[in-house]
């Protein structure tokens, strides 16, 4: 099997603050990439840069801040940037396909399993995908906001063997070097740590969206699904490749020894919560420090209309969010079982099994950990 490496360009790499392409910059990139498929390497690109890339088009001053105007200048620029990459990789003999995503796209199994299927004709027929956020149908909740978090869900969902995020800082630094110049790079991150969430800041420059935080929040969904990731700079010929090779300007993010499985990666970052279970303090200790199922006698409420085989959230009487797992029990069956013992439960309504959620399809919040909000 072929190397396959997914590698996600910001805005602030491919843009200027005025807004428009560099297409000289697409060039460059084309090209490190076209290097790297020629090594033998399977290739996907996450590209940003549609908004950037239209504003001016269609007569803004500056990038939109309205989500109507960013998805209007996102229709425009996806074409231009379309056609940009087109041209370059074009150049070196390469064809490309293009890709729109939102997140239902992963959470949705049988979509996710189309677009895997399509990506992996493509990668068969040596074509590269280049894979954008479709804007103009992701508003709100379903926005990923930052394509960082989706090229981390992208390289999970084709299995890559490394995530390069190419961004305009050589790599995570101990502080913003933009506002702290004594701040130093952080060669490499096997665990990612409180502290390291906090010394993550937002966007460097007005084109840029998510910043370092977006970064760490990718290199987290990337580390539980087994990706390597790396956050760097590229600038010179021939420096993606040495990236690849380990040794790049930037900061590695080596993937989790214990990643979790397809399916608890569905749980956790890919499904959408149909309602709530509300848990006492025994379920609590049992569901995050004993490694158990949740049984009914734990069960103080439950909220929301959902059924069998859906996503839920726990959370204890307090509301702390717990973490998330696959409920065997309808809403109206959790409720009616709600205190009761095991036997009494299974006495009451008709289910498959006596677990409410199985530790096997549990996700605890310690993993699911919010990243907080940009600034
Ligand atoms: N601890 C940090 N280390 C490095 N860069 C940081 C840090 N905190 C915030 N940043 C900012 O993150 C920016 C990169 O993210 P962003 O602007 O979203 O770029 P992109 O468009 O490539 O996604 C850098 O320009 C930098 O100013
Ligand atoms: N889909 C948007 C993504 C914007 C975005 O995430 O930008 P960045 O922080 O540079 O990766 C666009 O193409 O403009």
Request: proline content about 3%; charged content about 25%.
């Amino acid at each position: 099997m072929p190397e396959r490496i997914v590698v996600k360009i910001g805005s602030s790499s491919l843009t200027s603050a005025e807004g428009g392409l560099n297409r000289e910059q697409v060039r460059f990139f084309a090209g490190e990439l076209a290097a790297l498929q020629q090594s033998g390497k399977q290739i996907l690109l996450v590209t940003s840069g549609a908004i950037a890339a239209g504003f001016r088009r269609i007569g803004y001053a500056a990038r939109p801040k309205l989500v109507h105007e960013k998805q209007a200048a996102a229709a425009v620029g996806q074409a231009l940037l379309m056609q940009a990459y087109q041209e370059a990789f074009a150049a070196h003999g390469i064809q490309v396909a293009q890709i729109l995503l939102t997140r239902p796209d992963f959470s949705d199994r049988s979509r996710a399993r189309n677009a895997r299927r399509t990506i992996e004709e493509l990668l068969k027929q040596r074509v590269v995908p280049v894979i954008n956020e479709n804007d103009t149908v992701a508003v709100n909740e379903i926005k990923f906001g930052d394509n960082d978090s989706l090229s981390a869900l992208a390289a999970n969902m084709v299995k890559a063997d490394g995530l390069f995020i190419l961004t305009d800082m050589d790599g995570l630094y101990t502080a913003d070097p933009r506002k702290s110049p004594e701040a130093v790079r952080i060669e490499r991150v096997d665990v990612l740590s409180d502290e390291l969430y906090r010394i993550a800041g937002g966007a460097g420059t007005s084109v840029g969206t998510g910043g370092m935080r977006s970064k760490i929040e990718a290199a987290r969904i990337a580390m539980q699904g087994g990706v390597p990731m790396f956050v760097g700079r590229v600038t010179e010929p021939g420096e993606l490749q040495q990236a690849a090779n380990g040794a790049g300007r930037g900061t590695y993010f080596t993937s989790s020894l214990h990643s979790l499985s397809a399916k608890k990666q569905w749980v956790g970052f890919l499904s959408v919560p149909q309602g709530r279970i509300v848990v006492d303090f025994g379920a609590e200790e049992a569901l995050l420090n004993k490694g158990r199922s949740l049984l009914p006698a734990g069960i103080t409420s439950a909220e929301g209309d959902f059924h069998p085989g859906d996503v839920v959230e726990v959370v204890n009487t307090d509301g702390r969010l717990l973490g998330r797992g696959v409920t065997h029990y309808a809403a109206w069956q959790v409720t009616a079982v709600a205190g009761l013992s095991s036997e009494e439960a299974m006495r009451r309504v008709e289910v498959a099994r006596v677990e409410v959620i199985h530790r096997d399809e549990w996700v605890a919040s310690t993993i699911l950990k919010e990243v907080p909000a940009h600034e």
